[in-house]
Every structure is written in C-alpha cells, then in structure tokens.
C-alpha cells in the first residue's frame, strides 16, 4: 500500500528517529526492514549489497524504480 506524501513524511521521521535511537537491527514493518538493510550494505565500508537484499526489497513490496532509487519507504 502506498502511503501519502504526509504519512510518508511522519513515518520516515518517526522511523529515522528510532532508527537513530534503538539501532539498525530495530524490527519494524517489512518494507522498512529491507529499506534499512539495502542502505546498510550500500554504505558499508566495503558495499555489500548482494541480490538477496534486491530480493527482500521485493518481496517487501518494492518496484524496480523504487528498489533503483531509494524511495521505498
């Protein structure tokens, strides 16, 4: 389900601040779960990113434009 731009915005906030707060490892829904774990292996000190991270991006509800730039939340 796609959220609307304003529920968009409160929940990357809420998210990012937990995120900051209670670490990566946090569970929360699916879809930010592999938001988080795509972004963690990018920006690792030697990227990671394997297939199955696109692969959990997917199942997770992701489409190819939002796996390619970033914007699955």
Do not use: K
Not at 14 to 22: D, G, K
Not at 38 to 43: H, N, P
Request: net charge negative; hydrophobic share 40%.
């Amino acid at each position: 389900m796609r959220r609307q731009p304003a529920e968009v915005y409160v929940f990357i906030r809420a998210s990012s601040r937990r995120c900051e707060n209670e670490g990566v490892e946090t569970d929360r829904e699916e879809r930010w779960n592999a938001t988080v774990a795509a972004s963690v292996a990018v920006t690792a000190m030697h990227p990671s990113v394997a297939q199955a991270h696109v692969d959990y991006l997917r199942a997770a509800g992701l489409d190819e434009l939002e796996i390619a730039d970033g914007s699955g939340v």
